[in-house]
């Protein structure tokens, strides 16, 4: 099992079985499998479409007391160390300045000291900017990747497949819904749910 995930999403084929939470989707699994499962059961994290495993042996009290145990284990954090390795303190971090040496062209630094708040300020400002515009491509690439995952494990073989992932990466959200359009109900809505996010559509 992936502790990581917060909701998952089971199919059996290309039936959903059961989306939400970690417990109540592996109970539903759990009951798929007892009675005789017809299809493949793969169950995706709904953040990464990763694989999702839950052990499920026992009765469904003794696999949710595990899902309660490995939940717990993932929740434990390692306490915090400083810069130099040495650890720190339970409590919260000293706040300030690190001082470091920055090398420019004289060019760069007249401009620096000629914006509002000196060449401080006008750095840090140059330097959020560029993380922010980073952070947005780095989730784009990640919801991509989710799509594309899902889509592999469980319409690699459906019509428009190919089509679909070509305007999945051209952030084409019009011929990527014609490209699915023939897909069974539920990959094609969980599929279409993860290419919104591609899209910036959620």
């Not at 299809?39 to 009765?59: I, K, N």
């Not at 130099?84 to 303190?89: A, L, V």
């Not at 996010?197 to 959620?202: E, K, L």
């Amino acid at each position: 099992m992936n502790p990581q995930a917060n909701t998952c999403t089971a199919f059996e084929g290309v039936r959903r079985i059961a989306s939400g939470a970690l417990k109540d989707v592996a109970l539903a699994v759990k009951q798929v499998i007892e009675r005789g499962e017809q299809a493949p059961v793969l169950v995706f994290d709904d953040a990464t479409s990763q694989p999702v495993e839950f052990d499920l042996r026992g009765t469904a009290d003794e696999v949710l007391e595990r899902l309660l145990h490995e939940d717990k284990g993932a929740e434990e954090e390692p306490v915090e160390s400083a810069v130099d390795g040495t650890p720190r303190g339970r409590g919260r971090p000293k706040l300030g300045v690190v001082a470091r040496e920055v090398t420019l062209l004289p060019r760069h630094w007249d401009w620096l000291n000629s914006q509002s708040g000196g060449a401080s300020v006008a750095l840090r400002k140059l330097v959020e900017a560029a993380r922010l515009a980073g952070d947005d491509k780095d989730r784009t690439r990640h919801a991509q990747e989710a799509a594309y995952r899902f889509m592999t494990a469980l319409a690699g073989n459906l019509p428009g497949y190919e089509e679909a992932t070509r305007a999945l990466y051209a952030a084409d959200p019009a011929r990527f819904d014609a490209s699915i359009a023939q897909w069974p109900i539920d990959v094609r809505e969980h599929a279409a749910r993860l290419a919104a996010r591609a899209f910036g559509s959620v």
